[in-house]
Nanobody
Framework: QVQLVESGGGLVQPGGSLRLSCAAS????????MSWYRQAPGKERELVAR????????NYADSVKGRFTISRDNAKATVYLQMNSLKPEDTAVYYC?????????WGQGTQVTVSS
């Protein structure tokens, strides 16, 4: 059974930091490109960051460049999103995604709220 389980969300003040984790199981994690997406209320889901299967290529949305860092540990089948200098506009549900040429998996999401 395929599972992507996000954790690490919560309430943080502007300027604060959070580290999201996504633990994968049920598929060969090391063969998948992993991404973080987010969806704010009333808005479409958007790509935040993605990392290739080997970690050799990483892309970020312009809105998070210089503040967020995506990484992965293939031995632990886990992808991370380190979020620094958080802003109220980062408030959203954050989703983990695993993509290969044949499969596309999503986690259930974790809420991140940036507010004073």
């Amino acid at each position: 059974q395929v599972q992507l389980v996000e954790s690490g969300g919560g309430l943080v003040q502007p300027g604060g930091s959070l580290r999201l984790s996504c633990a994968a199981s049920g598929f060969t994690f090391s063969l998948y490109r992993m991404s973080w997406y987010r969806q704010a209320p009333g808005k479409e889901r958007e790509l935040v960051a993605r990392i290739t299967s080997t970690g050799g290529s990483i892309n970020y949305a312009d809105s998070v460049k210089g503040r967020f860092t995506i990484s992965r540990d293939n031995a632990k089948a886990t992808v991370y999103l380190q979020m620094n200098s958080l802003k109220p506009e980062d408030t959203a549900v954050y989703y983990c995604n695993a993509l290969s040429y044949a499969s596309d998996y999503w986690g259930q999401g974790t809420q991140v709220t940036v507010s004073s």
